[in-house]
């Protein structure tokens, strides 16, 4: 339903949160006191049963244990986001709780919906996720934190299971278990053994019964794509007592048992077709104790079936954290109830920090900027809800938050107003100031503090969430969709937390470097970038540079393949292999996410040289876009290879190419702008010079990117009206062609669909894994002798022109958007064959291209245009979601009505409902952390080696990776 401003007192009245003392009562109470009654605190938000005292000790006296083992354990750091330093938070341990999730609602007969709601073009229970799983997480751990995470642990669409393992030596069965007595050798193993179908980085979970007589340092193997992960897991813990569910029903004498749970161990990288194992050995330091076999999956896969037995539709990581966290074997009393279960688990983990992340929203559609948000009692549905720091009583902060709280909080929001103001948005509101609010994720830690302060197993959890935007709001909402205001609040946040840490002169990790090339000649490859200024923290100097290579441009080495002080470097490279490179910069404090991915091929004797310039600056989640592996070279170079297996290749980020153009000698040069728009300066002065100059030179040019006729022709802040007409024949038509199917591509006799989704319009194809919808593609038509090469299909309207001496082709939307991968590599391949006059290639005529099919998990026509799928809720009842603009206003999806307020304040009604779930990535949901790996093996994901003697041909690998694109290549599957 839409939201109707007549009904907000009511919806305030339903989700306010329960009774907690008045402003004024607090103000005459002693400052030597506390300032609220410690009966009252433990009354929660929502209207929800009382967590009792045993709740919260069950998950404290937990949390205490977990903190002790962790003196003697250290980091298990076998994921994507590995550290090459240990950095500024070394040591530290964050719970990260990435906002909300579908669930399954039981006043609908457990049918699954948003809990937020669906509007201008993007829903809260998805972006948070991405935001956090994307950004916050990988900076905080390369920063040497550890995460734990409150949702699924990666984006994984598939799961394999392995319940039987290899067994090898003496193992016997003991309550129907396999068992082996430990011993100092590893006589005795276990294994379990599985391949992927789709190449990429997967979480692992191993599951086994724990029990008195089991060695608690049980040892593990991942064989994985980068070589083998060794680490331990307790077996012997017994870690909940037996009971029922957190209303009360858990007694103070029921025992702690034993039980089986799923152990996440680590994310690795595994190619598909090929064969991998975890083993589990006998090998251990205790004398007398056994190991135990019990089960392995890898991946994450489809989501939780409902109480009637609904599958979602959906993947894991899009649930809420309740279901993740049930699925993984935690306690009932823990994963009963959405919203306090995440800050439960951060409780039962011990960690030293609990971090929500979510956006706001409001009635009033003019409320934006950012608030942070830390726990204030109110006294009832009359009170203000939300209370700006100005008006909390004196001394509030310090008696009634735990330690450490208001600096926490303080630190990480100026810190993310400060990034986000000066890198993405300079008039961006800045609020350096706290919220006070009674949501259920800053009520359970609060209390679980404020009732056992004076005992010696106390846990202070400094506890903060921040709206990081209002998604109500036309300007905001936008903001939250582009990447860069991502990566610049997540880089806030992570230096929030060093501040709050480490103190606000701490050393925080470089940004990422910029302008990469990637160029292959004389038997290197030869890879160059610019080191980024951070002009908020200037203590963030890089100190040296990681270059990591890969032979697919997805999977890369754990181990760089170099590492320098300067700002380049030289790698042996054989002839006709292809080459992936990315750079972090590193320093004391950590190391950098990853520069853009560059590709490079040393050319055959003769052949001829292509330069591929990645332009892809702007790049938007929506509410139905795709989780981008952010690797453009790895489609077009391909694309490259389908024409002539010795091509040779090269990369440039668009801001470098005017300087490497200048003395090129390149046959080719294909340049992609992605989906550019008038926020960026789509083709600056110096790009479009270095365009001319090709143009006059005779270089053969592909040319492709939504809105590029649009920025030139009509943008005022860049026009440049005879452009595209003077070096390409073309003239831009209209801003959009209102059609995402075109055709005419060169040796492709069907059409070709692009940049869709069924957020717009009820179109029903699915996006390409490597962009997201395309709402503006140009509409372009021919000028002085140049011809209309691809048309829209539906109207005849120009897509691509191709210039009157037939050698440069623009095209008007992104051609790495093309859905199909096979018709993706062949159109690009096609178009080079185009304008540098040869022939296309014939593999590519006949194909039969169509998107792939949907994956859905209980067949319900959720978008509503007649047709069974699993793309949106439930929306059988609405009529307008078929039809739905971008930016057709707050539609209230599945009619969750929260996430607003009356207007009077610009604050949310949060968490007071079943909240949301988040993603994990370097520490195990439900166990305290393995021991590190001391005998890990990573080699190179690539063998970098000479020989330039050789000509002619790929290899045979890259032949059969050309084939697979082209036969089997399977995209990401997204909403």
């Given at each position: 339903?839409r ?5 907000l ?16 009562d ?19 938000p ?6 009792d005292d ?15 083992r962790r ?22 341990r ?8 579908i ?12 809990q ?17 799983r ?10 040497g934190a550890e995460?734990l ?11 394999v299971?392995?319940e ?16 082996a007595?430990?011993?100092?050798q590893g ?24 029990a008195?007589?089991?060695?608690p ?6 064989n ?5 992960t060794s ?33 996440y ?8 077709g090929?064969n ?5 050995s ?7 104790k ?8 890898v ?7 409902a ?18 966290l ?10 009963e ?6 800050p ?12 929500s ?7 009033n ?10 726990w204030?009692?109110?006294?009832d549905?009359?009170?203000q809800q939300?209370r ?9 902060a ?10 926490y ?14 890198f993405?948005?300079s008039?961006w ?6 919220w ?15 009732k056992?302060?004076?005992s010696?197993?106390?846990i202070?959890?400094?506890?903060a969430?921040?709206e ?14 582009e990447q ?7 880089r ?15 050393l ?32 963030s ?7 990591y ?8 080495g754990r ?8 700002t ?11 080459v ?16 853009m ?15 591929f310039v990645?332009?892809?600056d ?7 876009d ?8 790895r489609?077009?170079?391909?694309a ?18 005017p300087?490497?153009?200048?003395n ?12 550019t728009?008038?926020?960026?300066d ?12 090709l143009?006059?030179?005779?270089t ?6 939504a809105e590029?006729g649009y920025a ?7 026009p440049?009206t005879?452009f595209?007409?003077?070096k390409f ?16 591509a060169p ?5 070709l ?6 957020e717009y ?18 509409v372009?038509?021919a ?8 048309t ?9 022109i191709?210039?009157a001496?037939?050698r ?9 958007s093309?859905v199909?991968p ?13 304008v ?5 290639n ?7 291209f ?11 026509d ?20 078929a ?11 599945a009619?969750?009505?929260?996430d ?6 610009p ?12 993603d994990?990535?370097?520490?195990d949901?439900?166990e ?15 063998t970098l ?14 032949l ?6 082209l036969?089997?290549?399977?995209r990401?599957?997204?909403?």
């Amino acid at each position: 339903m839409r939201l109707n401003p007549v009904h907000l007192p009511l919806i305030l009245a339903v989700f306010s949160l329960a009774a907690l003392g008045t402003a004024a009562d607090a103000l005459a109470q002693s400052e030597d006191a506390p300032l609220f009654p410690a009966e009252d605190l433990l009354q929660p938000p929502g209207g929800e049963e009382v967590l009792d005292d045993e709740v919260l000790s069950l998950a404290v006296e937990h949390g205490q244990a977990a903190r002790e083992r962790r003196k003697f354990l250290r980091s298990l750091n076998v994921t994507r986001s590995r550290p090459t330093s240990p950095g500024a938070l070394s040591g530290k341990r964050v719970a990260l709780s990435p906002g909300h999730g579908i669930h399954a609602r039981s006043d609908t007969n457990y049918d699954w919906r948003w809990q937020r709601s669906i509007g201008l073009g993007i829903v809260e229970d998805k972006h948070t996720y991405e935001w956090v799983r994307d950004f916050v997480q990988p900076m905080l751990e390369r920063a040497g934190a550890e995460t734990l995470m409150l949702r699924a642990n990666d984006y994984t669409e598939t799961k394999v299971l392995v319940e039987t393992a290899a067994f090898a030596g003496s193992w016997k069965t003991e309550n129907s278990r396999q068992v082996a007595d430990t011993d100092s050798q590893g006589a005795n193993t276990a294994k379990w053994q599985f391949g992927v179908s789709v190449t990429g980085n997967y979480p692992v979970y191993i599951r086994f019964l724990a029990a008195a007589n089991r060695a608690p340092d049980a040892a593990y193997t991942v064989n994985h794509a980068a070589g083998t992960t060794s680490f331990t897991l307790d077996q012997a813990e017994a870690r909940v007592k037996t009971g029922g569910s957190y209303g009360g029903s858990i007694t103070a004498n029921a025992a702690k048992t034993y039980y089986e749970t799923w152990h996440y161990v680590g994310t690795y990288p595994f190619r598909a077709g090929e064969n991998y194992s975890v083993e589990l050995s006998s090998k251990s330091a205790s004398s007398g104790k056994v190991v135990t076999a019990g089960s392995v999956f890898v991946g994450e896969g489809p989501g939780s079936p409902a109480a009637n037995g609904n599958l979602s539709g959906r993947y894991r990581w899009q649930e809420s954290s309740a279901y993740f966290l049930k699925a993984m074997g935690l306690p009932s009393w823990l994963t009963e109830s959405d919203y306090y279960c995440r800050p439960l688990m951060a409780l039962f983990e011990g960690v030293d920090a609990y971090f929500s992340l979510h956006t706001n929203a409001n009635s009033n559609a003019s409320a934006k900027g950012t608030q942070m948000y830390v726990w204030y009692p109110n006294k009832d549905s009359g009170e203000q809800q939300w209370r700006e720091e100005a008006s909390w009583p004196s001394g509030y902060a310090a008696q009634n938050l735990p330690p450490g709280t208001y600096d926490y909080a303080t630190a990480i929001n100026n810190s993310f107003l400060d990034y986000v103001s000066k890198f993405y948005d300079s008039s961006w509101p800045i609020n350096k100031y706290l919220w006070g609010t009674s949501v259920g994720e800053l009520y359970v830690t609060r209390n679980a503090w404020y009732k056992n302060a004076s005992s010696s197993n106390a846990i202070a959890i400094p506890t903060a969430l921040i709206e990081t935007a209002f998604h109500s709001n036309t300007s905001d909402a936008a903001a939250i969709k582009e990447q860069k205001f991502r990566f610049y609040g997540a880089r806030g946040i992570l230096a929030g937390f060093i501040h709050y840490f480490k103190g606000k002169n701490a050393l925080i990790p470089p940004m990422p470097p910029e302008k990469l090339t990637v160029t292959a000649d004389d038997c290197e490859v030869r890879v160059s970038w610019v080191p980024v200024k951070d002009i908020v923290n200037s203590n963030s100097e890089p100190t040296k540079y990681n270059v990591y290579v890969s032979d697919d441009g997805i999977l890369f080495g754990r181990t760089p393949a170099a590492t320098v002080t300067d700002t380049s470097a030289a790698l042996p490279i054989s002839r006709g292999k292809t080459v992936y490179v990315k750079v972090t910069a590193a320093n004391d404090a950590g190391e950098s996410l990853d520069s853009m991915v560059g590709a490079a091929r040393l050319a055959s004797p003769g052949e001829k040289k292509i330069l591929f310039v990645d332009g892809v600056d702007r790049e938007l989640k929506g509410a139905y876009d795709t989780n981008n592996v952010r690797s453009y070279a790895r489609i077009y170079g391909p694309a490259a290879s389908l024409n002539n297996a010795g091509y040779g290749l090269s990369t440039v980020d668009d801001e470098a190419a005017p300087e490497h153009l200048k003395n090129h000698n390149y046959d080719l040069v294909v340049w992609a702008t992605g989906n550019t728009s008038s926020k960026t300066d789509v083709l600056p002065s110096d790009q479009r010079a270095a365009l001319a100059a090709l143009r006059s030179s005779g270089t053969p040019l592909v040319l492709s990117g939504a809105e590029i006729g649009y920025a030139l022709a009509i943008a005022s802040y860049n026009p440049d009206t005879t452009f595209l007409a003077d070096k390409f024949g073309a003239t831009y038509v209209k801003d959009d062609s209102g059609d995402h199917t075109v055709k005419g591509a060169p040796g492709i006799s069907g059409n070709l669909t692009f940049g869709v989704s069924n957020e717009y319009g009820g179109k029903t194809s699915a996006l390409s894994a490597d962009t997201g919808y395309i709402q503006y593609p140009d509409v372009l038509s021919a000028s002085g002798g140049a011809t209309v090469l691809m048309t829209y299909a539906s109207a005849g309207t120009g897509a691509a022109i191709l210039s009157a001496d037939k050698r440069a082709v623009l095209v008007g939307f992104p051609l790495e958007s093309i859905v199909d991968p096979s018709a993706r590599v062949c159109t690009i391949a096609n178009l080079m064959a185009t304008v540098l006059g040869t022939s296309v290639n014939s593999s590519c005529t006949q194909a039969s291209f169509q998107p792939t099919a949907e994956i859905c998990g209980n067949g319900a026509d959720d978008d509503c245009n007649g047709s069974a799928d699993c793309f949106d809720s439930a929306c059988a009842n609405e009529a307008q979601c078929a039809d739905m603009p971008e930016d057709a206003g707050i539609l209230e999806d599945a009619g969750i009505l929260d996430d607003e307020d009356s207007g009077t304040n610009p604050g949310p009604i949060e968490d007071g409902d079943a909240g949301g779930l988040e993603d994990l990535d370097d520490t195990d949901p439900t166990e305290t952390l393995p021991d590190s790996p001391s005998n890990e093996v990573r080699p190179d994901m690539v063998t970098l080696e000479g020989g330039c003697s050789a000509a002619g041909s790929a290899p045979l690998s890259e032949l059969a990776l050309l084939l697979g694109l082209l036969a089997s290549a399977v995209r990401r599957r997204h909403e």
